[in-house]
């Protein structure tokens, strides 16, 4: 079975002004020369039940690893890997992480897998060049599952990708300096506006003295006095508890995989008209025997017959007017039976038709 999603959005432009309270510089910036690291390695996961991809790269990993882990010489071409599969294993290393500790660790399959749902990531080592900073391993969980049988099957989310909670261990710390050679601090803004990096400037300066600057839209300068550089640290605490009005905070995030969305409380919608249709084209293949005569020489056929329908169907039409926000229109989809994936589909539209007013990120 096909299934077709057709959207149709008809939208006029509307703006509203939103206020927002005080944050800290620390909740809405980062330091530049300090952020997180991304390491990435091809792993193996085991115990699946049947449903790993059984490919010669998952039959010579296995081989590998049996014969790394307790020195067993098993050829690759005699081993079966129903319950194995190959993965991309990453590992996203936070700002300030230390020796020892556990992060979360993402896995992803690479091959044909049907679903990781009950599979161990075996110990993999996870490299930059020729150095490991994380060791990763752990039983998986998995957003999504995969089942059926000959004639029908079932699937939900997404069941060849999942995480395992603290399962990486950070073994060597990655070297960062967040201090520039011309005795600056450079704070990065989340937000980004130049309005922003204004506001946060005079509020240092107001708090700190005149340290601060706006060098760009994204990048606040922020000097150090000699006096203070062997404490940096306590400097950097004053700068991030200083606090400053926004002039707006408009984000949606939604994750395609999962179908999960996460919006800002002020992100608003331009008055509009939404009309959103389905259209399901299912094919059945009922084969049917062909006997042959009696007493003659012909042989029995089967023979394919296929029948095809096709079943279109539109939704009551969603209208928005005034002042709505992300939040009324989720619930105005809803209410009319729209999935979470058909109402990513509409912010997308939206978004490209520049009637979302707000950053919308897609996962």
Not at 193 to 215: P, V, W
Not at 297 to 309: N, Y
Request: glycine share 12%; hydrophobic share 40%; with cysteine.
């Amino acid at each position: 079975m096909t299934r077709l999603t057709s959207l149709l959005v008809l939208a006029w432009l509307g703006l509203a002004n939103v206020a927002f309270a005080q944050v800290r510089v620390g909740d809405v910036t980062r330091l530049h020369g300090i952020q997180q690291n991304r390491v990435e390695g091809v792993g193996l996961v085991v115990g699946l039940s049947g449903t790993g991809d059984g490919s010669p790269l998952t039959k010579q990993m296995l081989a590998n690893f049996l014969q790394k882990k307790d020195g067993l010489n098993a050829p690759a071409a005699t081993l079966s890997a129903k319950d194995c599969a190959v993965v991309m294993v990453s590992v996203l290393i936070p700002e300030h992480g230390r020796q020892g500790s556990m992060l979360d660790v993402q896995v992803s399959s690479i091959e044909g897998v049907k679903s990781l749902e009950g599979g161990t990531l075996v110990e993999t080592e996870l490299k930059e060049g020729d150095v490991t900073y994380v060791v990763a391993g752990g039983s998986l969980i998995v957003g999504g599952f995969a089942g059926g049988g000959q004639a029908a099957n079932v699937r939900q989310n997404n069941p060849t990708s999942g995480r395992v909670p603290g399962g990486g261990e950070l073994v060597r710390e990655i070297e960062m300096d967040a201090l520039g050679a011309d005795g600056n601090l450079r704070l990065v803004l989340d937000l980004g506006g130049a309005e922003n990096a204004r506001r946060i400037a005079i509020a240092i300066n107001k708090s700190l003295g005149a340290l601060a600057k706006a060098e760009d839209s994204k990048t606040v300068a922020v000097y150090v006095p000699t006096d203070r550089r062997l404490r940096l640290t306590d400097f950097i605490a004053d700068i991030q508890s200083v606090s400053f009005e926004p002039t707006h905070a408009a984000i949606v995030i939604v994750n395609a995989r999962n179908g999960v969305i996460v919006a800002g409380a002020s992100v608003r919608v331009a008055p509009c008209h939404i009309q959103e249709g389905d259209l399901t084209i299912a094919v059945t293949e009922s084969p049917i025997a062909s006997q042959p005569a009696p007493f003659s020489e012909g042989e029995t056929k089967v023979l394919p017959r296929t029948q095809v329908t096709v079943d279109e169907e539109t939704s009551a039409p969603v209208s928005l007017t005034g002042e709505t926000t992300v939040g009324d229109l989720l619930n105005a989809l809803d209410a009319i039976g729209s999935s979470p994936r058909d109402q990513i589909k509409v912010l997308q539209e939206l978004k490209k038709g520049g009637w979302l007013q707000g950053h919308l990120i897609v996962q």
